[in-house]
């Protein structure tokens, strides 16, 4: 049995979303997209505050502009994301690979990087300041 794309119905599942965080969870459905492959999806300006997209395949996607407070993308796989202006202030980033992803302007305080894969990202040391860094994760060169 082959397994059905989300991108078809993905806007509805951010719609839903968005309504389950506005409502602290009385309407709406909470976004639980772990593990499933969202490759090059637009994520531009969404509302995905503690959402589940543990393990996802994130790689190529558009998040510039959009608000993961809090959500869980442990062992996410955003390689090459464009993450420009977004907000993953709190969210559990840990064995994550963001290698070659655009982290301009990204709000990542209080943020878990341990074991973060952050090269080739162009993220700065005020960035990091106030996240959670160990001796696995991978920083640029420029960032000790």
């Given at each position: 049995m082959k397994k059905t794309s989300l991108a078809l119905i993905l806007p509805q599942i951010l719609s839903n979303h968005k309504e389950w965080f506005s409502s602290k969870g009385r309407e709406g459905i909470f976004a639980d997209l772990s593990e499933e492959n969202l490759r090059g999806a637009n994520f531009r300006n969404c509302n995905l505050v503690?959402?589940?997209?543990?393990?996802?395949?994130?790689c190529y996607t558009d998040f510039t502009d959009a608000d993961l407070?809090?959500?869980?993308?442990?062992e996410a796989q955003l390689k090459g994301a464009k993450l420009e202006n977004a907000n993953f202030?709190?969210?559990d980033l840990m064995w994550a690979n963001l290698k070659g992803a655009n982290l301009e302007n990204t709000r990542l305080d209080g943020a878990y990087l341990q074991g973060a894969n952050l090269q080739d990202t162009g993220i700065r040391?005020?960035?990091i300041k106030l996240a959670f860094i160990d001796e696995d994760?991978?920083?640029?060169?420029?960032?000790?």
């Open positions: 503690e959402a589940n997209l543990q393990a996802a395949d994130l407070r809090g959500a869980n993308l442990l202030e709190e969210t040391q005020a960035q994760t991978q920083l640029p060169d420029d960032i000790h």
